[in-house]
């Protein structure tokens, strides 16, 4: 892994580099490349062309750590909005949404933190269930795992459409699939964006991607619907070879990337007939979510500091 990659991702989480390269826009540079946009009416626009050239969307109102409730409750309204839009536009057929929980108040220093979370997600459930979509719970980092799957047991007890992602760089995430790969089930596999401790993750890439085809297998055997989320081309090729040998038909599976991360590769997936989502994140918060693309991708790195020094 690269050595720069640590340092990037302790940076995504400071406040005071945040405030000074925030004021960029979403248009300038770099940041534009990641996030199509600032509102609701950009992240539709940018669904819609994602869905004319044949691939699903999942759209994340960009914000985490969030640590007052007008701020949260700011979150809420704006996935209302979004779900709204896309329902208009004919498009949740194709589009579903993303949550974060520390963006709708799991991060707010409060012992009623986690019940405002589930309340706040428990609206953006009901509200994509009457748009006829689904909502997927972000991961964030390792310390937040126990509470987001308790979350996702809850919620499921009202809305079992409720995915989740896993990270394979966690020790104890091959025993999540396992946990989750049943019936009406939606797992999102990853490979994880924070920062971990050896004491909970792997923190060599070789072993990150047997994690992630030891958790490819569990989830493929299963009765779930795995979400395979990753740009790496073997990671891609294994998966379609393990449904083959797990004799899952295309459609009974997907494969998930990033906006503006390998889209040749998602057209030609989709082209091939599998079921392909691109991962569209938007709004002003777009920070936490640049850095940790710089940190997987630290070639980046230059474009970054040159779109900064243009600003
Ligand atoms: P890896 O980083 O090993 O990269 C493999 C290859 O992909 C590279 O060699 C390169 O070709 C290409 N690539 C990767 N990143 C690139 C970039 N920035 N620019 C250009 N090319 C790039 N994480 C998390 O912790 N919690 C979450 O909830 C989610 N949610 C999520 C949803 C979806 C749909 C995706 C695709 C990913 C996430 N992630 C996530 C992020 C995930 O954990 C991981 O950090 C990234 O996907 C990068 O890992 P890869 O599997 O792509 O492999």
């Known amino acids: 892994m690269s ?12 406040g005071r580099v945040k405030r000074l390269v925030s004021t960029m826009p979403v248009s300038a540079g770099i940041v534009h490349g990641y996030v199509p946009g600032e509102d609701t009416p950009a992240a539709v626009q940018a669904t819609a062309g994602l869905v ?12 985490e750590d969030v640590t007052d409730r007008a701020q949260a409750d700011a979150t809420v309204e704006a996935y209302l909005d979004l779900l709204r839009e896309l329902s208009l536009r004919g498009l949740t057929r194709h589009a579903e949404v993303s949550v974060k929980l520390s963006a709708i108040g799991q991060a707010i220093p409060d012992a009623g933190a986690a019940k405002v979370a589930i309340e706040n997600a428990r609206t953006i459930c009901r509200a994509a269930r009457n748009a006829g979509t ?10 937040t795992t ?4 308790a979350a996702l047991r809850e919620l499921r007890q009202d809305f079992p459409e409720t995915g989740a992602v896993l990270q394979a760089m966690l020790h104890r995430t091959e025993a999540d699939c396992r946990t989750l790969a049943h019936e009406g089930s939606r797992v ?6 924070y920062a971990e401790p050896a004491e909970v993750a792997f923190t060599d890439k070789v072993d990150i991607d047997k994690s992630y085809v030891r958790c490819l297998k569990v989830l493929l055997a299963g009765q779930g619907y795995p979400m395979i989320a990753t740009h790496d081309p073997r990671m891609i090729d294994i998966a379609s070879s393990l449904a083959s040998r797990y004799g ?15 889209p040749d590769e ?3 997936l989709a082209e091939d007939g599998e079921s392909v989502r691109t991962y569209v994140p938007y709004g002003v918060e777009w920070y936490g979510y640049l850095m940790r693309r710089l940190a997987e991708r630290p070639a980046n790195l230059a474009f970054f500091a040159r779109s900064l020094v243009s600003k």
């Open 146 to 149: 126990d509470r987001t799957l």
């Open 266 to 268: 998602q057209k030609r």
């Open 52 to 63: 004319d050239d044949g691939l699903r969307v999942t759209l994340d109102y960009l914000g």
């Open 188 to 193: 999102r596999l990853c490979k994880g964006a």
């Open 134 to 143: 689904t909502v997927t719970l972000d991961m964030e980092d390792h310390t």
């Open 3 to 14: 050595p720069i990659r640590g340092p990037l991702l302790l940076l995504a989480r400071s």
């Open 248 to 262: 899952r038909a295309q459609g009974t599976y997907e494969f998930q990337m990033l906006y503006g991360i390998r």
